[in-house]
């Protein structure tokens, strides 16, 4: 069975500042993994994703993130923080053994400050 | 090319009432998905579908709610004699074909309020 824990709930930051994301996932299979960003009120944007390509991926509005099969880990990061990345974001794992369905993880709420 | 569309953005129901949620997925995708949101949660997988059939619905409630993706038109997720319990955002997503690689495109919700 497919799983992903996502280790922060809040994460605040100052704009212009690194920010990070963590996520751990489990899987039966070679992993397909995204990142998904939901602002208030609004639906999902895929931020980027993983399918056994290179390892280091790199997203939407300055956003990458690296897959670590040994650590089971896909954290996000971006070097500097801008007030528009104040959002949730979920990291989501699908693998053939579930089909094609997503499962997500309970989310970060991002916090940027002025 | 027109994203995922659903419809109503926001429905409001009484207890006992009715819920219809519609999703008209992306230009030549076949392959339709129902999320739920719960307030302060991620979203959790309902059902899969593709036209005529749904291929996975273990993440349906197993009373008062189905789904469907006719031949013709949206796809539509009913929710009858609803609770409150039922209040959440409820997001389609579309992909074109099963392969688990596909992003899936989300539409922007249906936000359900049961009173």
Redo the contacts between chains.
């Keep these: 069975a497919q799983s992903v824990t996502q280790l922060d709930s809040h994460v605040s930051v100052s704009e212009g500042t690194p920010v990070l994301l963590r996520c751990n996932y489990s899987s039966s299979y070679s992993p ?1 993994l ?1 990142w ?1 960003v939901q602002h208030p ?6 931020l980027l ?1 993983y ?2 390509a290179a390892t280091l991926v790199k997203g939407i509005n300055g956003f990458e993130a690296e897959f670590k099969k040994s650590e089971t880990s896909f954290h996000l990061t971006k070097p500097s923080a801008h007030m528009s990345d104040a959002a949730e974001y ?1 990291c989501v794992v ?3 053994a ?10 970060t709420r991002v916090l940027v400050k002025p | 090319n027109a994203g ?1 569309m659903q419809n109503p953005r926001h429905l409001v129901r009484r207890r006992g009432q009715e819920a219809r949620l519609r999703c008209s997925p992306m230009k030549g995708h076949s ?1 339709v ?1 129902w ?1 739920r949101q719960l307030p302060e ?5 309902m059902v ?1 579908l593709q036209k005529e059939n749904i ?2 619905e ?2 349906m409630p197993k009373e008062r709610f189905s789904a469907e993706f006719p031949k013709e038109g949206p796809s539509i997720l009913r929710i009858q004699q609803v609770v409150r319990g039922d209040s959440a955002a409820y ?1 389609c ?1 579309s ?1 074109p074909s ?12 249906t ?1 359900l309020t049961v009173l």
């Design positions: 397909s995204f998904y009120n609004k639906g999902l944007q895929l994703k399918t056994s979920f699908s693998d053939k579930a089909g094609n369905k997503l499962t997500f993880g309970g989310g | 995922v392959h998905y999320y949660e991620g979203l959790k997988f899969y291929i996975d273990s993440g997001f997503a992909s099963q392969d688990a690689y596909n992003e899936q495109f989300f539409g922007p919700g936000r």
